[in-house]
């Protein structure tokens, strides 16, 4: 079992940055790849970005690239996503999830197996 805990979402202008933390509790923490995915309302819940157990490999959504970067911390057993010139379509409500069985990371969301409860980005234009 695998406890996620998101934090860092609020209210931010067009333009502006947040950075996500995702703190992981329970398991060996080196053995889950992980990803982003958020979910708008309304809308099905969408992968954002991913990484793998040693954190060597990376992936991005296309509406993402270049503006966000996931990065993960084994020491800590923590997962960020720094987020740049961020946009309305960008807000959501944001989760990490933990995925035991990929090494690398998938933007599948079936396939993952812990997630967190979700933390709330909101873009003003």
């Known amino acids: 079992q695998v406890q996620l805990v998101e934090s860092g979402g609020g209210l931010v202008q067009a333009g502006g940055s947040l950075r996500l933390s995702c703190a992981a509790s329970?398991?060996?923490?080196?053995?889950?790849?992980m990803g982003w995915f958020r979910q708008a309302p309304g809308k099905e819940r969408e992968f954002v970005a991913g990484i793998s157990r040693s954190g060597a490999t990376t992936g991005y959504a296309d509406s993402v690239k270049n503006r966000f970067t996931i990065s993960r911390d084994n020491a800590k057993n923590t997962v960020s996503l720094q987020m740049n010139s961020l946009k309305p379509e960008d807000t959501a409500v944001y989760y990490c999830?933990?995925?035991?069985?990929?090494?690398?990371?998938?933007?599948?969301?079936?396939?993952?197996?812990?997630w967190g409860q979700g933390t709330q980005v909101t873009v003003s234009s």
């Open positions: 329970g398991r060996t923490f080196s053995n889950y790849a």
């Open positions: 999830a933990a995925d035991r069985r990929t090494f690398y990371y998938t933007a599948e969301s079936d396939l993952y197996d812990y």
